[in-house]
């Protein structure tokens, strides 16, 4: 059934990637290794990664002991799903029968997504299409093989313009996929690596329920720095601290600071000003244009004041219903774009990177 004339076992489990002790999940006894079939498609190669290591276990846990089927890794555009994705498949290749890394950057019906998950197999030649004999080839499979599949760049998905989430109609029977991956017992696991969460996306505490949640945050460790030929070591925290250890929004000034400031991280830091390079706010034009009109009023009035909001006090300020507004800040919360604070869930927080680009105006041009 299986068409192995993909493969290969390219991974390079010793690579010099890490200079942190190789993170080697205790699975020896709980799977025997296996000989795996992949399709990586175009899933990312790792060249340095650093911390994590908690998130690794987390993953791995989910899957090997408590079977999870559905995982969803979310968080902000640069904040490092992808990279740590792909650095789990790395890892635990061995671990399945079928690994499988579709990008949905040009994302494609669900129809054609699993016809070229059944050419895999060698079951189909043409097009599938939705019907009970299609979920039920599929579903064999995932109950027969240890499969991992990773859908990247869900939100492209999502409808623009309109609260986090939503599909796209083109796209709707992505949901009953996902409802359908938790619903019906296999042993193969989905992981969805998005910047929004959709409402499939749930994250309930119960140790066994099948649906996990993963919310990256900011990685503040100063290795992050070591490959990027900067000075002033005692300096990369607060510059890590200042960019919300996000890799990519750090990748980005790590390279203002070396053409401008010649690597000196000192003298960067020390200037007043939180610098926002074009290549970030392009990033955030892109992030803020896909906002619906009520998320861009109300981070736009947040960014007026450098404080945190309550909800009472964002009514004053804003002339919105009290639906729009809650509605508004939930969706904002599933984008990543606000955060409650820890001590105080009442108070939601902007980003402080965020508010400097809103705080600009490079967001006005719609
Ligand atoms: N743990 C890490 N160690 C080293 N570099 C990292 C790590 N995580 C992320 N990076 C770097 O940061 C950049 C952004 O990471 P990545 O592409 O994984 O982000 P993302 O969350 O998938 O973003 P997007 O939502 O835009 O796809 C990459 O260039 C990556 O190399
Ligand atoms: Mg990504």
């Not at 990685?219 to 070591?226: M, P, S, W």
């Amino acid at each position: 059934m299986f068409n192995h004339k993909n493969h290969h076992h390219s991974f390079n489990f010793c690579s010099p990637i890490s200079e942190q002790p190789q993170q080697q999940p205790d699975i020896e006894n709980q799977v025997e290794p296996k000989s795996c079939y992949e399709d990586l498609g175009i899933a990312p190669k790792i060249n340095f990664f650093y911390g994590r290591n908690e998130e690794l276990k987390i993953i791995h846990d989910w899957i090997f002991l408590q079977k999870a089927r559905l995982i969803s890794v979310l968080g902000l555009s640069g904040i490092g799903k992808t990279t740590l994705v792909k650095r789990f498949v790395d890892l635990n290749s061995n671990f399945f029968d079928v690994l499988m890394w579709k990008s949905l950057r040009f994302p494609q019906p669900l129809n054609l997504l699993l016809t070229e998950i059944f050419n895999n197999f060698s079951l189909v030649n043409d097009s599938v299409s939705l019907n009970e004999e299609t979920w039920r080839k599929l579903f064999d499979i995932l109950r027969h093989k240890k499969c991992l599949i990773i859908l990247d760049d869900v939100q492209n998905i999502f409808t623009e313009k309109q609260l986090a989430g939503q599909y796209q109609p083109e796209y709707r029977d992505y949901k009953t996929f996902l409802k359908m991956m938790t619903e019906i017992e296999h042993q193969s696991c989905l992981i969805l690596v998005s910047q929004e969460k959709s409402q499939e996306m749930k994250s309930l505490n119960e140790e066994l329920y099948p649906i996990k949640v993963l919310e990256l945050i900011g990685l503040y460790e100063t290795e992050l720095l070591n490959h990027q030929d900067l000075e002033n070591p005692e300096s990369w925290s607060t510059l890590i601290k200042l960019y919300e250890g996000n890799p990519l929004y750090l990748q980005n000034i790590a390279d203002l600071i070396k053409d401008v400031f010649q690597g000196d991280v000192l003298s960067f830091v020390n200037g007043d000003e939180l610098i926002l390079t074009e290549d970030l706010k392009d990033l955030f034009n892109s992030l803020f244009d896909k906002l619906s009109k009520v998320e861009q009023k109300i981070i736009v009035e947040m960014s007026q004041q450098n404080q945190e909001f309550s909800i009472e006090t964002l009514k004053e300020h804003l002339s919105l219903s009290s639906a729009d507004l809650i509605n508004g800040l939930q969706s904002l919360s599933r984008r990543y774009i606000l955060r409650t604070n820890p001590q105080n869930k009442k108070m939601f927080q902007l980003s402080p990177v965020f508010r400097e680009y809103l705080k600009q105006g490079n967001n006005f041009h719609q």
